[in-house]
């Protein structure tokens, strides 16, 4: 009997990058959540779109399941290869093919972490802003549609993604896009892709765009009686044209976190931490107007970095607070929920998640993007008691039911995964056939990251 990974093995001719070895498999089985794992069958490490376009053709043919895998930190089970077969990992296609700085835009392969292309962009004065807690690869990140703390100033990746070269579940390369900043050429088929978590086709490269890293900075760290009022000065800021680039939220239980994990002493308090970027006389005003408003809220502190140094110490602290709370619950597994609404409605919905996690007495963080109207409740679940993950999932049930009576989404980055499909149906009830249709056009055996997004269809 051939097996899969010697047939593998006769389109990428190297044993190191076709593996089934163990600890590989147990690699690519599972997230960082409470999400069930499930062993692949092999791992393959392409290097190529050639090598990716013959693995795929191979697995349509035989109709065997492939999972795209970048860096492995999406947290909704996105990765996890439900029906087994194959894991694609994509990290070794990190090259980055080029920066060209007079267009402000780069070209790169999908393995490219955000870190490497920050890295060579910084080297032309230029800067690549999305920015997940993690150091995600560009190509995962679209298939995401990730964001981060600067979505409020740059967008999230659909509004950095200019082209993109994808395979096809049969092998086929498109590239939709151009390396023009603005098309009306067609219909949108790069902004289906991106948020597509690997169910339509594989990206390989992407070209993005890339900004100028302004010239003055400033980091402000303010705190707030109570959570409505920190998000009430955040949606006052948004609202008086303050150019903010990063306004977040952090919690007085995610500070308390925060201090004991990184050893600082931050006054346990509802804070924004917030950033502003431009010029001299521009961030001043901005820190000027900002103080103010917060002053409506009864802020009782504001303190601002301008050095490098302590600007990134102050985004350190944010960037581990996930690590933080898990720090607090060893051996827990941990759940993320993710739902935006309009900015009207941020301050009663974190209140209400406050208060709801507070009720179930969950140890719970609420982290916000709050210039986005998006924040997460981090909890923590105790795997081997059912009733706990139950009791978690109530509550995110809670919060997705307010947001969705209110104009909003389930997941405002994440994405659906495999944890998120019941409330993408409670969302989008009416477009799941035209989401279906889509799946079929593009993937009709179904072999792309199976169960993801929508239920099973093969
Ligand atoms: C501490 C922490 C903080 C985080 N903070 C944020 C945040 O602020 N904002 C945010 O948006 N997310 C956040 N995340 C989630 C995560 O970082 C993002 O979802 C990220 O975009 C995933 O990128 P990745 O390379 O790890 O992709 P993976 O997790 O490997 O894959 C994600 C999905 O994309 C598919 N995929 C991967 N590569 C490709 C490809 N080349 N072509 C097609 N499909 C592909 C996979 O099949 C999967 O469905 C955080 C995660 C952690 C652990």
Known sequence: VVTLRAELLELVPDEARVSDGVSVLEGHSA??????????????????????????????????????????????????????????????????VDVRPAD???TVQAGVPRSALNAAAASHGLQFPVD????????????????????VRYGGMRAQVLALEVVLADGTVIRPGSRAVKTSAGYDLRGLFVG???????????TLRLYGIPEHTVAVRASFPDVGAACRAAVAMIGSGVMVT????????????VNEYMDRTYAEAPSLFIEFGGTEAGVAGDLEATREIAGWEGCDSFEFETQQEGRARLWEARHNSFFALAARSPGKASMSTDVAVPLS????AVEFARARADARGRNAVIIGHVGDGNFHVALTIDPADPADLEDAKALNDELVEFALARGGTCSGEHGIGLG????LEQEHGDLIPYYRALKRLFDPNGILNPGKILREVR
């Not at 597509?196 to 992407?206: D, F, M, P, Q, Y």
């Not at 990063?246 to 976190?257: F, G, H, M």
């Not at 409605?345 to 009663?348: D, R, V």
């Open 420 to 423: 998120k499909i019941a409330y």
């Open 31 to 96: 997230d960082l959540t409470y999400h069930a794992g499930r062993m692949p069958d092999v791992v393959v490490f392409p290097t190529s779109t050639e090598e990716v376009a013959a693995v795929l053709a191979h697995a349509n043919r035989e109709r065997v399941p492939v999972v795209p895998y970048g860096a492995g930190s999406s947290l909704e089970g996105h990765v996890i290869p439900v029906a087994g077969g194959i894991v694609l990992d994509l990290s070794r296609l990190d090259r980055i």
């Open 246 to 257: 990063r306004v977040e939220l952090l919690d007085a239980e995610t500070i308390a976190a």
């Open 132 to 151: 997940p807690g993690a150091d995600a690869t560009l190509g995962g990140m679209a298939a995401t549609n990730a964001s981060g703390t600067t979505t």
């Open 104 to 106: 402000l835009q780069a």
């Open 345 to 348: 409605e941020l301050p009663a």
């Open 196 to 206: 597509s978590e690997g169910t339509l086709g594989v990206i390989t490269e992407l």
